[in-house]
């Protein structure tokens, strides 16, 4: 896919001030639900690099493709017009932005073409402080469902956190989201070593799935004694191009004595899509008994096995079993790109709920929780799920379920119905 840099038109900043009468909601009482919308009309990805103790520069990935672009009459040129929309916080607990601006982009090269936009712009982010970063991206020849946002996290607190590393590709593009693939090659960048050593820590570990809510058995413990430890040399202020060879959890640091640093993964192929048989078995254990997802593994022929499941799901009506799969998978797919942490999102406890049970009704989040709804609130059929954050040295997405026997039934039942 074509990427390509592109200049805004238009800079607007609004003071804090401003705003102070609209903004009289605390950020964790707004209903962020449709963050795990999959019917959204685009996605963006988002990477923040400390580019100096007053600034951080944010790196959008946007695809032009989902946007409209609207004939021009005179010159038969098509144009699409977006708005980049930020708000900078210092908590959910926060009512009012301490930073905020809009940009204004057009384009009228890529019409029809699947083009891959990168803008960049800095924000007020001084050290030392942790932040929540809002970015709102509106399609203005939209009428309607015309914007998405989402929430990212600023930590500088330290200058030893993930953000005062930079990922480049060998284009020297930014690189998007922590999961290197295969052959893939990048760079690193640090803002405060131009010339030394970084530290890599490697982990080569096969992390359990999520269990059912209910279950209440003891959560699993990570082992943070590396497999294997070794350097990389920063000359000029970046690294050589490196790759990362095997599956694992890569953790890059600049100082051995600190637990902090950037910390980028290696899954399986193809990641964050199901890109074989084997990978399209596994999720099935949400699904199934011990004894199917056994008979499953002892298939001669991954594909063939997950064809049978499906079909004997659909009695045997091949139309819709195909429906029942693309909805299945499509969720362990957007489990991926939204819940990721140091594991695949579907492996995860917020992956299990969303692929099971779908888009919670209501979402909000708090500084370290996350509750989510299904049905309406104060209901008493309705079902609510409290995560709370996990401290973890490799990523601040890392979420476990308040599980709770009283989720049993509603699981069987959620269960059930895709099994029929």
């Known amino acids: 896919m074509k990427k390509y840099i592109l200049a805004a038109i238009l800079l607007v900043f609004i003071s804090a001030t401003a705003l102070q009468a609209k903004k009289t909601r605390k950020l964790y009482k707004t209903d962020i639900s449709s963050l795990y919308d999959e019917n959204s009309f685009t996605g963006f990805e988002a990477e923040i690099y400390h580019s100096s103790d007053n600034k951080s520069t944010v790196y959008l990935n946007v695809n032009l493709h989902d946007f409209n672009y609207f004939r021009h009459v005179t010159n038969d040129t098509h144009l699409a017009k977006f708005k980049v929309h930020y708000e900078l916080f210092e908590s959910y607990e926060s009512k009012i932005p301490i930073d905020t ?17 990168i803008v960049d712009f800095d924000v007020n982010a001084k050290f030392p402080g942790d932040y929540i970063l809002k970015i709102t991206l509106y399609d203005l020849h939209r009428t309607e469902d015309n914007s998405v946002f989402r929430f990212f996290n600023i930590s500088k607190s330290s200058t030893y ?4 590393f930079f990922v480049t590709d060998n284009d020297g593009y ?11 090659y990048f760079k690193i960048q640090n803002n405060k070593l131009d010339t030394g050593q970084l530290l890599i820590r490697y982990y080569n570990r096969q992390l359990p799935i999520a269990k059912p809510p209910f279950a209440t058995d003891k959560d699993f413990t990570f082992k943070f004694e590396a497999d294997s430890i070794y350097t990389v040399t920063l000359s000029g202020g970046a690294t050589e191009l490196l790759e990362l060879p095997y599956n694992g959890i890569y953790h890059f640091q600049t100082d051995i004595s600190q637990t902090e640093g950037l910390t980028l993964f290696h899954f399986d192929d193809g990641f964050p899509e199901i890109a074989s048989p084997l990978q399209a078995i596994v999720p099935l254990r949400y699904l199934t008994t011990t004894k199917e997802y056994d008979q499953l593994l002892n298939y001669y022929d991954y594909k063939v096995a997950v064809d049978s499941f499906w079909l004997e799901r659909a009695s045997n009506q091949p139309e819709r079993a195909k429906n029942m799969i693309a909805r299945y998978y499509t969720r362990v797919q957007d489990a991926n790109k939204i819940f990721s942490s140091y594991q695949e999102g579907w492996k995860t406890d917020r992956g ?11 979402v909000y989040r708090k500084n370290d929780e996350e509750e989510w709804i299904y049905g309406e609130r104060g209901n008493p059929m309705s079902i609510k799920f409290s995560f709370y954050k996990i401290e973890n040295p490799f990523t601040d997405n890392d ?6 026997t009283v989720f049993k039934t509603s699981w069987y039942i959620a269960v059930e119905n895709w099994r029929r």
């Open 174 to 184: 930014p690189v998007f989201g922590k999961h290197i693939g295969k052959d893939q």
């Open 399 to 404: 979420y476990r379920l308040q599980r709770s």
């Open 352 to 362: 299990i709920i969303y692929i099971i049970y779908g888009t919670p009704s209501e």
């Open 101 to 117: 601006g809009s940009l204004i982009f057009t384009d009228t090269l890529n019409y029809g073409l699947e083009t891959e936009m």
């Open 161 to 164: 956190t993930s953000q005062n």
